[in-house]
């Protein structure tokens, strides 16, 4: 086969491939392997093109004992890292290199990893409060009625802790499991907005805030999952309540075209007058246990999941959150829904 075969025969492959000749230099590579490892390189001895000395090892390897073998190669694209598997193997009398990427795999393992991470310290920190306040009450405070009263108080308060990211956590799980299942229920939004006030009215009244909504005069229904709805008005609601204050609105607009949703949707905007958010945090809000202050959010009983679970169901209704924010000038949450998904 002529060298410019052997090229051609590489370009036909999907992965980026090069080919090491007898005398240990790159007889070819496609575009694939010039994007990846640069340009200039056919006619080079290999130990001075690829410069990763564990691929190198590897390619020697492969040619003292011509056994097959594969070895992780990183690469910087742009802002990120690239990991690749580069598959070595004996092809005639030379070395055939291709690379498969293993970027998206790589990013799932370390999302899978911190995830895990992240839920055990969430779920340690109340628990080995429980287990401190247990101790106590087994050993010092056996036979002191005050101190167990009280510490059974806090106990609760532990424990319901761990519940409420329990069922965040299960929430979480569900909706990701039904996210390629189309809703197919009717959804009036001013009457579900309606009830989620009516279900808020305890814990509104306790910080002393006023949820104010006018409903149109006549239904506005959309095409839902009318519980998962709900739970998005009960996440951002709350969280109103709970970071605001003072009075929350919720305006409901009928829109013929919102621009992220390409066509007709329903806005609505659920404002605050609290204390804002920098906008530098605005981008990561909706990541899983990302809060601004984590003090602040355990204080109010958060778990860091609300908004996480707020964006999975909105994208299954293939609308959208949009959040503006000011620090002294309160937020607005604005759902985007559309009137019709195709
Ligand atoms: P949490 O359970 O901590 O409330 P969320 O996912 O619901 O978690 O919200 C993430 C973070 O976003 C919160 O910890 C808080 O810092 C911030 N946040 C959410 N809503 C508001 C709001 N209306 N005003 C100010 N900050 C908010």
């Known amino acids: 086969m002529t060298e410019s075969e052997l090229g051609e025969l590489l370009e036909a492959l999907p992965l980026p491939a090069l080919l090491i000749g007898p005398r240990e230099r790159i007889l070819a590579m496609n575009a694939n392997a010039s994007g990846l490892l640069g340009q200039g390189l056919v006619g080079r001895h290999y130990v001075a093109a690829l410069r990763q000395p564990a691929l190198i090892d590897t390619i020697e390897g492969v040619g003292r004992d011509r056994l ?3 070895v992780d190669y990183t690469s910087h694209d742009g802002d990120r890292d690239m990991i690749w598997a ?3 193997a004996v092809a005639g009398a ?3 290199v291709s690379f498969e990427d293993r970027t998206l795999a790589a990013e799932a393992g370390q999302m899978r990893r911190d995830f895990v991470a992240n839920v055990s310290h969430e779920l340690r920190t109340p628990l080995t409060a429980l287990m401190g306040y247990i101790e106590t009450l087994q050993g010092p405070a056996r036979n002191d009625q005050v101190a167990r009263d009280r510490f059974l108080a806090t106990m609760a308060g532990e424990a319901n802790r761990m519940n409420r990211l329990v069922q965040d956590l ?3 799980s569900r909706v990701e499991a039904a996210a ?3 809703p197919t229920e009717e ?3 001013p009457s579900l907005i309606q009830q989620v006030k009516a279900l808020l009215g305890t814990i509104s009244a306790e910080r002393e805030t006023r949820i104010e909504f006018v409903p149109p005069p006549d239904p506005v229904v959309v095409p839902g999952d009318n519980d998962q709805l709900r739970q998005v008005f009960v996440n951002l609601l709350e969280n109103a309540i709970k970071y605001g204050g003072g009075t929350v609105t919720v305006d409901l607009t009928v829109d013929p075209h919102i621009r992220e949703l390409r066509g007709p949707g329903v806005r609505i905007d659920i404002t605050d007058n609290g204390a804002g958010i920098d906008p530098l945090h605005l981008p990561r809000l909706t990541q899983r246990f990302y809060r601004v202050d984590t003090h602040r959010s ?5 778990t860091g999941l609300g908004l996480a679970i707020v964006k999975h169901i909105l994208s299954r209704h293939r609308g959208r959150l949009r ?3 000011e620090i002294g000038q309160g937020s607005c949450f604005s759902v985007l829904l559309p009137t019709k998904t195709a």
């Open 298 to 302: 355990r204080e109010v009983g958060g």
């Open 86 to 88: 580069a598959n070595v």
């Open 94 to 96: 030379g070395i055939l």
């Open 68 to 70: 097959t073998r594969n």
């Open 180 to 182: 390629r299942v189309k």
């Open 323 to 325: 959040i503006s924010s």
């Open 170 to 172: 299960l929430s979480l």
């Open 187 to 189: 959804v009036d939004l």
